[in-house]
């Protein structure tokens, strides 16, 4: 039989329902990041960077963007005869046939492709949240106090703390209680929803938990082994970790990597990012064009003016546009005279000739104001904005639209063409 000493299950199903027009067609860790990654990038570089060679990715929500970026995982060297890197969607049974309902519920739905490795350690990634972290480090930890689960947590503020599922550790690391978004906080260690389970010990306790609807890792799982006398242990964790699960976190995060000193360097030989990249030609920058703090992607061409943006692969911008503090994905066409402030426009968009995005004062979303919360201008994939028009700031689009949707060619703040 073949033997793993760890396997890792990564699971990158959800929907990303807060990043709105960005997510409508694809999963979360489909998303574009840095010009040239997805999401799902960094887990993925960050477990061949740790010596794990046997990734399970469980997707569900709207995988194929994400299924043909993985492909067979050459990009990461995990195209493996034994282990590599799988794609585990949820498929039909003889009985008891369902969707991944919760986070341990998509494992327990896996029991046989784990077992198949026959591992001792299991470890439990989100494939949406940006960082580097040696997950190699942290099995050693589990090992050398002999725990049954270790948790990684990373300190937060504590007047930030009741945003999280806190951990309460007692002098040695060994976790003594759980508080879920708790008003007042006793402790500022908050989880990552990165885990490491001795298998045996998982194993049982999906079967156990395995009629719980909606079964969660954080809910359910670990508070039940905590309660059973289980050994659960703190991993703290002090580098760079982003949840960019919000519009405003995820423009934060593109942002900081133009920073002169950027708080997250892509560029380290020894924890390289590794994605997915076509052979493209080297980007352009045409005779009148000027560029600042920026990141440009391949195959490129800039004919106008960009500053403190990240620019993906493909992306044209025409002569007299002006880009600024915008997030534009690849494949873009952005016409001339264009005036862009503060915008994220996803892949495959077209904006038309003397275009103004992010006018006018911040105004409420009149579309859905727990995700449009933020002075961003979002547009989805595969849109067209014709020429001319003005768009304020909060505003969300996505489809082919006319200026027959713009009422005197104006999308006031806070608005939406959703098509």
């Known amino acids: 039989m073949i033997k793993k000493e760890m396997i890792a299950m990564l699971l990158a199903g959800g929907q990303g329902s807060r990043l709105g027009v960005i997510t409508a067609k694809m999963a979360k860790p489909a998303?574009?990041?840095?010009?040239?990654?997805?999401?799902?990038?960094?887990?993925?570089?960050?477990?061949?960077?740790?010596?794990?060679?046997?990734?399970?990715?469980?997707?569900?929500?709207?995988?194929?963007?994400?299924?043909?970026?993985?492909?067979?995982?050459?990009?990461?060297?995990?195209?493996?005869?034994?282990?590599?890197?799988?794609?585990?969607?949820?498929?039909?049974?003889?009985?008891?046939?369902?969707?991944?309902?919760?986070?341990?519920?998509?494992?327990?739905?896996?029991?046989?492709?784990?077992?198949?490795?026959?591992?001792?350690?299991?470890?439990?990634?989100?494939?949406?949240?940006?960082?580097?972290?040696?997950?190699?480090?942290?099995?050693?930890?589990?090992?050398?106090?002999?725990?049954?689960?270790?948790?990684?947590?990373?300190?937060?503020?504590?007047?930030?703390?009741?945003?999280?599922?806190?951990?309460?550790?007692?002098?040695?690391?060994?976790?003594?209680?759980?508080?879920?978004?708790p008003a007042n906080p006793r402790s500022n260690l908050a989880s990552m929803g990165i885990y490491i389970f001795t298998w045996s010990v998982l194993r049982d306790a999906l079967i156990r938990d395995a009629q719980i609807p909606n079964c969660d890792f954080g809910m359910h799982i670990i508070p039940h082994c905590h309660e059973r006398g289980d050994r659960v242990f703190c991993y703290e964790y002090n580098g760079y970790w982003k949840d960019v699960g919000t519009l405003g976190s995820y423009w934060e995060a593109n942002m900081e990597l133009i920073d002169l000193v950027p708080v997250f360097n892509l560029y380290e030989e020894y924890w390289k990012i590794y994605t997915k990249s076509g052979s493209l030609p080297p980007q352009y920058l045409g005779e009148h064009a000027y560029t600042e703090r920026c990141l440009i992607g391949k195959g490129a061409e800039i004919y106008g003016t960009v500053t403190n943006s990240v620019i993906g692969s493909g992306v044209v911008i025409e002569e007299g546009a002006v880009v600024n503090n915008s997030i534009i994905m690849q494949d873009v066409t952005i016409g001339k005279g264009c005036r862009i402030e503060k915008a994220i426009i996803a892949e495959n968009t077209k904006i038309g000739d003397n275009v103004v995005l992010g006018a006018f004062e911040y105004a409420e979303s009149k579309y859905n104001k727990k995700v449009y919360a933020f002075d961003l201008v979002t547009i989805g994939e595969n849109s067209v904005i014709p020429d001319g028009v003005t768009i304020g700031k909060n505003t969300a689009i996505s489809g082919v639209t006319t200026p027959e949707d713009y009422t005197d060619g104006i999308l006031e703040s806070g608005g939406y063409i959703i098509k």
């Open 31 to 181: 998303v574009a990041f840095g010009g040239k990654y997805r999401i799902i990038d960094f887990p993925l570089s960050n477990c061949i960077n740790s010596g794990i060679d046997t990734v399970g990715v469980l997707t569900q929500y709207q995988p194929l963007r994400l299924n043909t970026h993985i492909g067979i995982g050459i990009p990461w060297d995990l195209d493996r005869e034994c282990g590599g890197v799988t794609i585990l969607s949820p498929y039909e049974k003889t009985e008891n046939s369902d969707w991944y309902t919760g986070t341990a519920n998509a494992i327990y739905q896996n029991i046989e492709y784990i077992d198949s490795y026959n591992p001792e350690y299991v470890l439990i990634l989100g494939g949406d949240h940006i960082y580097k972290m040696d997950y190699e480090l942290m099995l050693n930890y589990h090992k050398a106090n002999k725990a049954d689960i270790t948790m990684a947590a990373m300190p937060v503020p504590l007047e930030e703390a009741s945003r999280f599922g806190v951990l309460i550790t007692d002098e040695t690391g060994r976790v003594v209680d759980f508080e879920e978004k």
